[in-house]
């Protein structure tokens, strides 16, 4: 079990450029979620993904955001035309199939995650 | 919607000090909870988790109680050391009707320990 792996742990960018993240998950994980974390505050959820299905998307994820997993294994968050609003720590967690039982919740690894900065 | 309210920090203790840090949460149906540990610079790791009501997550001498009556799962500690200063985050976990595990956080309390 190498972990979540997230590259690159640094970025900064001028406003308007784009940006992409890469997020590797624990190799037998097939569920692969992105969140987003400001200075102070908890993470807050952005998209999650099933294999290479997206399930799931926050409306925190404006269409300047898309995010792909085309293989079911790593995946990338783009972020088009950035603002200043979007300096944060983007955190990428995973976490295996869970049991049968409505009990087994099964905990969400993380990564170290990649710090934005738009100047 | 879901949520979870955590003390406001800094909390700042002596070493060997005994630690709380209160947790309580709101949510529709039965959720997984759990305490996270954030480092500087670093990512979150599990720290502790439990699944139903009455069940103790304990770990590295952390030590948190499921209290459905109370909706609270507060984390305690009896002697802690300088390399437990960090954020802590509280959370729950809800399986939605799509199979996906929608996980809320607590905003985090930073935790200092003094020599």
């Known amino acids: 079990d190498t972990g979540v792996s997230q590259d690159p742990r640094h970025k900064i960018t001028k406003r308007g450029q784009n940006v992409t993240f890469r997020c590797d998950p624990i190799s037998e994980h097939n569920r692969l979620y992105w969140y987003r974390q400001t200075l102070g505050q908890g993470p807050e959820f952005l998209t999650y993904f099933q294999n290479e299905a997206q399930l799931e998307k926050s409306r925190l994820l404006s269409d300047r955001f898309s995010a792909e997993r085309p293989k079911g294994s790593f995946s990338t968050l783009e972020i088009q035309r950035t603002e200043q609003g979007d300096s944060a720590m983007y955190l990428c967690a995973s976490s295996s199939q869970p049991g049968q039982t409505k009990y087994s919740n099964q905990p969400q690894h993380f990564g170290d995650g990649t710090r934005l900065s738009i100047l | 919607g879901d949520s979870v309210t955590q003390m406001e920090g800094p909390v700042t203790l002596s070493e060997e000090a005994f630690l709380t840090i209160n947790c309580t949460y709101t949510?529709?149906?039965?959720?997984?909870l759990f305490w996270y540990v954030q480092y500087p610079g670093e990512g979150l790791q599990l720290l502790l988790k439990a699944t139903k009501a009455d069940d103790k997550g304990s770990n590295k001498g952390f030590e948190a109680t499921y209290r459905k009556e109370t909706t609270s799962f507060h984390l305690e500690k009896g002697s802690v050391q300088v390399s437990d200063s960090a954020v802590y985050f509280c959370a729950l976990s809800v399986m939605n009707s799509g199979g996906y595990q929608k996980v809320t956080f607590g905003t985090g309390t930073k935790l200092q320990v003094i020599p």
């Open positions: 949510a529709t149906g039965y959720p997984s």
